[in-house]
């Protein structure tokens, strides 16, 4: 079901993303009416897969972030070798914590990038975008295919405390910390 997307509107949002990003390849874009909330598709030849809705630019600039930063950090590979991980061992239920626990890093990771460029006006932006697709009356929302921003309330309640929570760390702070885990893990 998934169509090209042909506005020209749209597709310089994406590449203007795409620039502030540093991300030469180019991603492509389509429409799915049958998902909830945008996912990244593709291992080799990434694709953004966009709903059927209506948004404004800045809206759609913090999607096209969201999903360019999994992209650019390669959660696509996490995600497919843990499904493998699954595949392999899929009667160990400790296998299916461990996959929910990488998808929910992804989603965090990828949200702290995200928001460390943003205000707080931004980040609550950014949040009300999150409620607005775990509140779409989407008849296919509960499809496999839409995970990334509909993952459920406690999740999604999680996230958002994360984005509005969220703090740089000092540059000692964190160089202190990274001496600190080094020296355990050598020991």
């Given at each position: ?89 899929w009667f160990n ?17 990828c949200d702290e ?61 964190v160089i202190t ?11």
């Amino acid at each position: 079901g998934n169509k090209e997307v042909s506005d020209i509107k749209i597709l310089n949002l994406l590449s203007d993303c795409e620039e502030k990003l540093n991300i030469k390849t180019r991603v492509e874009l389509s429409r799915n009416p049958l998902i909830a909330s945008p996912i990244m598709i593709g291992f080799f030849r990434a694709r953004i897969v966009l709903p059927a809705c209506e948004l404004d630019d800045k809206e759609w600039s913090y999607i096209f972030v969201h999903e360019l930063i999994h992209y650019k950090q390669r959660d696509m590979f996490y995600k497919w070798l843990i499904q493998i991980v699954v595949c392999v061992h899929w009667f160990n239920p400790f296998v299916y914590l461990l996959e929910k626990e990488v998808n929910k890093s992804c989603e965090l990771s990828c949200d702290e990038k995200v928001i460390s460029v943003l205000d707080d006006t931004a980040r609550r932006e950014y949040g009300d975008i999150l409620i607005s697709f775990l509140k779409s009356n989407n008849l296919y929302k509960s499809s496999l295919a839409s995970v990334t921003l509909t993952e459920g309330a406690e999740q999604l309640k999680e996230r958002l405390g994360a984005i509005m929570k969220h703090k740089k760390y000092p540059r000692r702070t964190v160089i202190t910390a990274s001496i600190v885990l080094v020296t355990i893990v050598c020991v």
